[in-house]
């Protein structure tokens, strides 16, 4: 062997180049270069190393300790599933609220594996209630299948967000720790609820598109909007993302954004098939409550339960970010002028269209605790404002809030209907893609999450520099493939 490459820690047949020893002083940019860097990041994620002969790959200490970690923190997860099941009486709780209708509904799926939606009386669109009657069919289990379902899928999508390929254990346990923060997560992956589901495949939606799988990602936002009518969001959102993008860099691939309109357009089926908005069955069921003005005709909108909305997100996902993950630079850009504009914009909606103090969650149950309506209306202000200047990039988090806020116009107040959103910005924070600013081609660079990365355009909030997130060390898996590539 070359004695050049033996000193240097490489082979001239197995192309793998590592830095230089301090005796050779042979600069890194003349050394040869004859793997594609994908199987380097290839080899990277399989978490292996090479030897000094470049052949056989090994495991160094640090890779075990991170894949030891990892493996805590999965049982660390199934431990606090197994702990929800008991804590919840094993899913055999008598039923609660809306469980009662919801589970009636189901059983009219129950007695055949063909659903007949002439009967069908609920205001949100079918397939949860299909899929707890199909379960009912095979299994006879009553209520407690329902809840297992919900519980299951639940368990899927944590894993799914704190366990991505080549993260550090430490983001990983941080990210699921701001999960599992929203009291409403949870609650109802115990609850024969329709939002679990819902979430699901949003999230598997976000799951294959970046992974660049459009049709499949396009065919997981049908099956969400078949879910609830509000998960018509997220294709929207993909969709103006792509062709915004496309505007800056030029042309492209049109599948990534056709393939999410095709999804959205999937709404005007139910359309039809209700003959409006919601379900005519709905308005005479007594089962349930009255049925918001806003939802019984086409262009009525109430703005207010919008900036409802946007004061969630400030409370379930900005508080947690900014306390897990000392994300200053928020609080720093409220200082900023450029943020003078969102305050005054802000301001002059709150004034128009005062959001309501009380509604269905726990927030105006904390706004309770204030002791007059001027304080409340502040606080419900600072947290919409916290998530107006977080999201003030346009970017595909950006285009997420934005199409739902529009949608909760038609939409009740309620704490819960953030959830699917928080699942979604959750998962973009733990690939690295949240604060993707620029259309992309690769699922690979969603996945990379490298600092610095020529293909991503990373940006804070307001200001031009990187979330402080983004500036901590990236563990020893991100500092390995930097000094492979050098």
Known sequence: ????????????????????????????????????????????????????????????????????????????????????????????????????HYWKTSLLFSQSLIPDLRNYGELSTPLPFIMFGALEYFFKWGIFSGRLLNL????????????????????????????????YYLWLSSHLYTDIIASFFVLLGFWFYIRSQNILSGLSFVLAIASRQYMLAFPLAIAAFELFSARRTGPQVRIRWLAQLVASLSIVGWFLLFKGLIPQMALRNPNLPDVPTVQLNWWSLQPNNGLYFLTCVGLYFVIPELILFRRKTVLKDLLTRKSGFLILGLALLFVLFPPPLEAHGLLTKMLRLLPNDLFKIASVYFLALLACVRFSRINLAFWALLMNCGLMMKAHQ????????????????????????????????????????????????????????KKEDSGPAERTSAFQLA
Not at 18 to 28: F, I, N, T
Not at 71 to 94: E, G, M
Not at 414 to 437: H, I, M, N, Q, R
């Open 1 to 100: 062997m070359d004695r050049r490459h033996e000193l240097e820690g490489a082979s001239p047949e197995s192309g793998l180049v590592y830095p230089p020893s301090r005796r050779s002083g042979v600069p890194v940019s003349n050394r040869p270069r004859t793997h594609p860097v994908k199987q380097l990041l290839n080899r990277q994620k399989m978490g292996l190393s090479v030897n000094l002969h470049g052949h056989t790959p090994f495991m160094t200490p640090q890779d075990l300790s991170e894949s030891r970690l990892s493996k805590a923190l999965f049982l660390a997860i199934l431990l606090v599933y197994v702990v929800s099941f008991f804590f919840s009486q094993r899913l055999t709780f008598p039923l609660i609220w809306d469980e009662q």
């Open 152 to 183: 299951v899928l639940s368990f899927v999508m944590t894993c799914l967000i704190c366990l991505p390929a080549r993260k550090t254990v430490r983001h990983s346990i941080l990210v699921g720790c701001a999960l599992l923060s929203c009291p």
């Open 414 to 469: 309620w704490d819960k209907y953030v959830l699917p959103l928080l699942v979604t910005f959750w998962y973009l924070k733990s690939v690295g893609a949240l604060d993707v600013v620029t259309g992309l081609s690769k699922a690979t660079v969603f996945e990379g999450d490298e600092p610095g990365h020529d293909a991503l355009a990373l940006a804070g909030s307001i200001g031009d520099e990187p979330p402080e997130d």
